[in-house]
């Protein structure tokens, strides 16, 4: 039988413990922000670095007809292309930003613009996406990217992007 004397004892449990410590320090630290795999996804689906993360939705915007929130069939295929693509490459948190254009009053734009971002939302889940995983902001018509005094930009300002962090 095996038998140790305390002097042993301690001087194995001490080497024990300092092992493990020095195996500790070698653990990789969790990665931070997003992989070249990541970003590479982002921008073959038409996302843009800005400020706020990657954003979808300057190049290639989700839009919706005057007083809508409904997504028509293009819009929806896109919505579900980008989220498959996302959660292919592990990316499984967004935010989603509803904006509208500058007609009507702005309480109601702040609310259209919401719902805008949740029919966005409810596409994006139907893909796999965790509803507790997308944040929602309806931003009425806070942030156009065209002017509001012409059809044309009107329709450009009323849109959805998907914004994911870079961190």
Not at 45 to 68: C, H, M, N, P, R
Not at 142 to 148: G, T
């Amino acid at each position: 039988m095996f038998s140790m004397t305390p002097r042993s004892l301690r001087f194995f449990a001490i080497t024990l413990f300092m092992a493990l410590l020095a195996l500790t320090g070698c653990q990789t630290a969790p990665q931070k922000g997003l992989t070249p795999a990541q970003i590479a996804v982002l921008k073959q689906q038409g996302f843009e670095l800005t400020e706020e993360g990657w954003a979808f939705g300057l190049s290639g915007k989700v839009l919706f007809g005057s007083d809508d929130d409904s997504l028509n069939a293009a819009s929806t295929d896109i919505v579900q292309r980008i989220g498959k693509s996302l959660l292919g490459v592990g990316i499984d948190r967004v935010r989603v930003d509803g904006h509208t254009d500058a007609s009507g009053k702005e309480a109601y734009n702040q609310q259209l613009s919401l719902r805008r971002a949740k029919s966005v939302a409810k596409v994006l889940t139907t893909v796999g996406m965790q509803e507790q995983n997308i944040q929602l902001r309806g931003l009425g018509s806070s942030e156009p990217v065209a002017s509001n005094t012409t059809a044309t930009g009107r329709t450009e300002n009323r849109r959805v992007s998907i914004v994911v962090s870079a961190d």
